[in-house]
T-cell receptor, first 117, second 109 residues
Framework: GAGVSQSPRYKVAKRGQDVALRCDPI?????LFWYQQALGQGPEFLTY????????KSGLPSDRFFAERPEGSVSTLKIQRTQQEDSAVYLC???????????????FGEGSRLTVL | GQNIDQPTEMTATEGAIVQINCTYQ??????LFWYQQHAGEAPTFLSY??LDGLEEKGRFSSFLSRSKGYSYLLLKELQMKDSASYLC??????????WGAGTKLIIKP
C-alpha cells in the first residue's frame, strides 16, 4: 500500500485478555517503530526493528508486551493479560533507512486505539 | 534525564502568525523534527533541522539553535485547518527519537 497500515483501528478488550495489533509498513522500509501515545501526550517509544531484527526493546513497559517482525515487513505487537493502564493509541511508524544511516522522516500509521475495560 | 519542553496549548487568530517554541535537553543530538497531528490521526512530518538556522517551507518555517537547545516552528497566514497538535522530537546520540508532549494550537476566526 501507499502508506503505513494498522489494524484494528479500534479494539476494546476486557482486562486479562490478550490482544494483537498489526502493522503493515511501507514496502521496502527498513526501520519499523512501535510507539504508545496517551491522550494529550507525545508518542512514547516501545520498540524498534531493523528489518527482522529487534534492535531495541527498551521501551516495552513489561514482559506482557511482545513484538515481532519475522520476515522484515509486517509487524505484530502483542499484549498479554491486558490491564487498564494499557489503554492508549499504539502507533506504528516506518522509515526507509536504518537509524544511524540518516535520521529520515518517519511515516506513521493511523494507530490502533486500545481500550481495556 | 532527557527532556523536551513545549507549551501545552496556544491560541491564535486566522490569518495571523504564531511561533511554537521547543527546548530540549538530550544525550547527544542528531536532528530535530516537527510533526503535525490532527486529533485522532497519525502524526505527519513537517520539518527537520540538524544545522543551526532557519528552514523555510511555504507557510511553515523551523529554526534551530543547537547551542541553546532551542527550536521554534513558525506558522504564517494561519488557516482553520492548522488547528492541530504540533510535536517536537529530537534524535539523541543513539538515534532514538525523544518526543515532546505536543502543543495544541487552536485557531479562532
Amino acid at each position: 500500500g501507499a502508506g503505513v497500515s494498522q489494524s484494528p483501528r479500534y479494539k476494546v478488550a476486557k482486562r486479562g485478555q490478550d490482544v494483537a495489533l498489526r502493522c503493515d509498513p511501507i514496502s521496502g522500509h527498513v526501520s519499523l517503530f512501535w510507539y504508545q501515545q496517551a491522550l494529550g501526550q507525545g508518542p512514547e517509544f516501545l520498540t524498534y526493528f531493523q528489518n527482522e531484527a529487534q534492535l531495541d526493546k527498551s521501551g516495552l513497559p513489561s514482559d506482557r508486551f511482545f513484538a515481532e517482525r519475522p520476515e522484515g515487513s509486517v509487524s505484530t505487537l502483542k499484549i498479554q493479560r491486558t490491564q487498564q493502564e494499557d489503554s492508549a493509541v499504539y502507533l506504528c511508524a516506518s522509515s526507509l533507512a536504518p537509524t544511524g544511516a540518516n535520521t529520515g522522516e518517519l511515516f506513521f500509521g493511523e494507530g490502533s486505539r486500545l481500550t481495556v475495560l | 534525564g532527557q527532556n523536551i519542553d513545549q507549551p501545552t496549548e496556544m491560541t491564535a487568530t486566522e490569518g495571523a502568525i504564531v511561533q511554537i517554541n521547543c527546548t530540549y535537553q538530550t544525550s547527544g543530538f542528531n536532528g530535530l523534527f516537527w510533526y503535525q497531528q490532527h486529533a485522532g490521526e497519525a502524526p505527519t512530518f513537517l520539518s527537520y533541522n540538524v544545522l543551526d538556522g532557519l528552514e523555510e517551507k511555504g507557510r511553515f518555517s523551523s529554526f534551530l539553535s543547537r547551542s541553546k537547545g532551542y527550536s521554534y516552528l513558525l506558522l504564517k497566514e494561519l488557516q482553520m485547518k492548522d488547528s492541530a497538535s504540533y510535536l517536537c522530537a529530537v534524535t539523541d546520540s543513539n538515534y532514538q527519537l525523544i518526543w515532546g508532549a505536543g502543543t495544541k494550537l487552536i485557531i479562532k476566526p
